[in-house]
């Protein structure tokens, strides 16, 4: 917790809270959106823009949710086999 976060006080529930910054900069309070991690005012509705190379800032594809997962699979199959390969 951050020290401007706890001089506020103590909030009754446990609901995610939106990351939004105010203008005096501190976090807004407002819970966020059911598996958001903003409020209705901050973003929330928002469904985040067209996907790919539809978006507008669309460079390369190496970005891209599909890329990230390829890297992560890649990543998870290296670190298999390196522990397999020193296991012995
Ligand atoms: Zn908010």
């Known amino acids: 917790m951050s020290e401007r ?3 506020l006080p103590k909030l009754m ?3 995610r809270l939106c990351g939004a910054k105010n203008r005096a ?5 407002c ?3 059911r598996g958001k991690a ?3 005012k901050h ?3 928002s469904p985040g823009g067209p996907k790919g190379e539809h978006n507008g800032n669309y460079r390369h594809g190496g970005e891209t949710l599909e890329a990230i997962e390829l890297r992560r699979q ?3 199959a290296l ?3 390196r522990s397999e390969a020193y296991a012995q």
């Open 79 to 81: 670190k298999t086999i």
């Open 31 to 33: 819970p966020a959106m």
């Open 43 to 45: 973003g929330g509705k």
């Open 74 to 76: 890649v990543s998870r």
């Open 5 to 7: 976060t706890a001089m």
């Open 38 to 40: 903003r409020c209705s």
């Open 25 to 29: 900069g501190l976090p807004c309070r």
């Open 13 to 15: 529930t446990n609901a």
